[in-house]
Every structure is written in structure tokens, then in C-alpha cells.
């Protein structure tokens, strides 16, 4: 098993250095480009949306249930939903599940293409399948961080409507709460996080995809492995990162 993995680890680098070996023409490839937009990033607003708001109004509402001291000041409400959704939830959280949607959609129909023996024809025809296929989902997830910072607006959002609907805490003190001790840099430590994430979310999905062999069956269990290990890689760079760039 540990042949295995090493073996796998060793092959996903080697394919990273072949998707730059033979560039695909730039007027196809902008069109290509343009397709995995739409697929993995416009494609995916609307869980995430969905998600963030509500799990900020969880975590507003459960942090006002938990604050039974009268002598805690209710604003800290605010404090925590801002640090729970821009330092985990929004960056690692959302990616998690996206190595579900996204991952799952990027091994399956790669996966499809090996299967089909779409790819042999793009090697017959003199292209770099490698390239075609995984290069323009790598340049589409530059975008990603576009999508978490729409989870972060809308998990605060989410987070002062179940606060003060709820009537946990009032407007005033939700926004004071939002603004005390702020760092900037925590905002850009979840920006650094989510670009190696979406880094991780167009890679190894499309290596299990397109090193699979097998039939149709095996596309399923491709993609379900696909997910256990991006979701595994997005934990383990989490925790190196925070580590890195928070402990001092």
C-alpha cells in the first residue's frame, strides 16, 4: 500500500511537468479556458452562496446560545462569526465541498474520456492530452478565490441575519464586533490558502481521472477516491499553512 501511494505521488509530479511540455494552440485553449469557467467556477456559486449564508447564521446563532455570561459583551457574536468564517470556514470548509462538486465533475468526465479512448485520439492527433485537458481547469481555479471571497461577504452576511433577526444581538453591536481587532492579514492568509486549495481541486481530480482504467464502474470509484484524497491534500496543506503563517 505504501508502494502504491508513493508510486501515485510520484506520478501525479510527473504529470504536472507534462501538462507544460507541449502547449495547446492559444486559440483553442482560450475557448477551453472559457468552458471550465463556466463549469467549476460560475458553475458552483450557487451551493456555495447557499451554504455560506446559513452555516454564518449557525455559527452566529449557536455563538449567542453558548454566551450564557451576562458579563460577556454580546458583540463578540460578530468577532466570532467574522474570525469562524474568514480564517476555516470559507477557505477550507467550502473547499472541502467543492472537492465533491468540483472534483467529482472533473475526474468523472475525464475519466469518461479515458474510457470512450477520447484521450488515445487526442494522442494519435499530435496534441498534448495532458494539456488540453487539465491546463485550462488549472487557469480556471485562478478564479476560485473570487468564490470564497463571495462565501466570506455572504457567511457574515448570513451571520448578522441570524443574529439579529434572532434577536441574539442588535445591528450595532454585530458590526462592532465585525470590526474589533480586525488584522488585514488574516484576509490575505485565506486568499494564500484558497489559491493552493483551487490548486489541489484541478489537479488531483484529473490525475485519478485520467489515470484510470477500467470501465464505467471504475469512473465512480475513481471519483469517490479522487475526493477522499483532495479532500485528504486541502487538511494536510491547511494545517501546514496555518502553522507556517499564523503561529508567530
Not at 41 to 52: A, H, K, N, P
Not at 76 to 86: D, P, Y
Amino acid at each position: 500500500m505504501i508502494k502504491t501511494g508513493l508510486t501515485n505521488i510520484g506520478q501525479y509530479f510527473i504529470m504536472l511537468k507534462e501538462i507544460f511540455s507541449k502547449m495547446t494552440k492559444w486559440k483553442v485553449m482560450k475557448e477551453l479556458i472559457f468552458k471550465e469557467i463556466d463549469d467549476l467556477i460560475i458553475g458552483s456559486l450557487g451551493i456555495v452562496c447557499f451554504l455560506s449564508f446559513f452555516v454564518g447564521g449557525v455559527v452566529a446563532i449557536q455563538t449567542a446560545l453558548n454566551l450564557t455570561n451576562p458579563l460577556i459583551p454580546k458583540y463578540l457574536i460578530g468577532f466570532a462569526t467574522r474570525q469562524s468564517v474568514i480564517l476555516e470556514f470559507a477557505p477550507t470548509f467550502i473547499s472541502i465541498i467543492m472537492a465533491g462538486k468540483m472534483g467529482s465533475f472533473i475526474t468523472s468526465s475525464i475519466g469518461t474520456m479515458r474510457v470512450t479512448e477520447q484521450i488515445d485520439a487526442l494522442e494519435v492527433m499530435g496534441i498534448s492530452s495532458l494539456n488540453y485537458l487539465v491546463f485550462p481547469k488549472m487557469v480556471a481555479v485562478l478564479l476560485y478565490p473570487f468564490v470564497i471571497g463571495i462565501s466570506m461577504f455572504l457567511g457574515i452576511l448570513g451571520g448578522w441575519f441570524g443574529g439579529v433577526m434572532g434577536n441574539f444581538v442588535t445591528s450595532e453591536q454585530f458590526i462592532i464586533g465585525l470590526q474589533d481587532t480586525f488584522i488585514p492579514f488574516h484576509i490575505t492568509y485565506a486568499f494564500i490558502k484558497t489559491t493552493l486549495f483551487g490548486f489541489l481541486l484541478a489537479t488531483i481530480p484529473s490525475y485519478f481521472g485520467y489515470y484510470m482504467k477500467g470501465g464505467a464502474l471504475e469512473v465512480g470509484k475513481a471519483s469517490t477516491t479522487a475526493f477522499v484524497w483532495t479532500s485528504v491534500a486541502i487538511i494536510l496543506t491547511n494545517y501546514i499553512l496555518t502553522s507556517l503563517l499564523l503561529s508567530n
